[in-house]
């Protein structure tokens, strides 16, 4: 068997790299297991000495999905809990159950507007993962508010009024888009 060197991408072996190595899956499955690789995802698993980056897992396992929600509110400073699972949105019609089955909160939006606000931003660990931009984060936060706590939600809408870097202008566009532009005047004219 071929020694596996270059096989590690962002601390992540992927049985679908062996094939261009010139490994077998055979060979591939066998340095896993001589190695007590620890099976993350399918297809992909991590040394036991390595600390796993979760996000760019759930990243390149759904490499189309933008990091969302309870993730986004929380790498904004818009609340101050860590969430207890990482969210995702894909567009309707995307089969998530494995994600799902894995943990993953998983949204899901119209094909034509997945992308609308979605910017690359670098996590904890220096990977780069698609994640929706502040405003967009708000109006999903205000389109799902029956699934967040009240209190979740009423500190995120404060902290992002404080805000020096909010754009108003880019989240009432945001807000027209996806129909929330009512709620999301009402919520400001308390707020404010």
């Known amino acids: 068997m071929r020694k596996m060197t270059l096989d590690r991408v962002e601390g992540i072996l992927e049985v679908s790299k062996s094939k261009e190595l ?11 297991k001589a190695n007590e690789y620890e099976k993350v995802g399918p297809g992909m698993y991590v ?27 929380y790498y904004y400073n818009l609340i101050d809990r860590e969430p207890l699972s990482y969210t995702i949105t894909v567009y309707s019609g995307y089969n998530a159950t494995k994600l799902i089955k ?17 910017i690359e931003v670098v996590d904890n660990f220096g990977n780069t993962i698609p994640m929706y931009d502040l405003e967009r984060t708000i109006v999903d936060l205000i389109r799902n508010r029956s699934k967040f706590e009240i209190q979740d939600f009423a500190t995120a809408i404060k902290a992002y009024i404080k805000r020096k870097d909010k754009n108003l202008i880019r989240l009432f566009e945001y807000a027209k888009v996806f129909k929330v532009e009512k709620l999301l ?6 707020l404010l």
């Open 22 to 32: 010139s490994i077998s899956r055979e060979g591939f499955y066998k340095y896993v």
């Open 47 to 73: 040394s036991p000495n390595e600390i796993v980056d979760k996000l760019w897992i759930l990243h390149k396992r759904c490499p189309g999905g933008v990091v969302s929600h309870d993730e986004a509110l």
């Open 102 to 118: 894995s943990g993953y909160k998983v949204y899901y939006v119209k094909k034509e507007y997945l992308y609308l606000g979605k």
């Open 185 to 190: 005047r009402m919520y400001m004219e308390v």
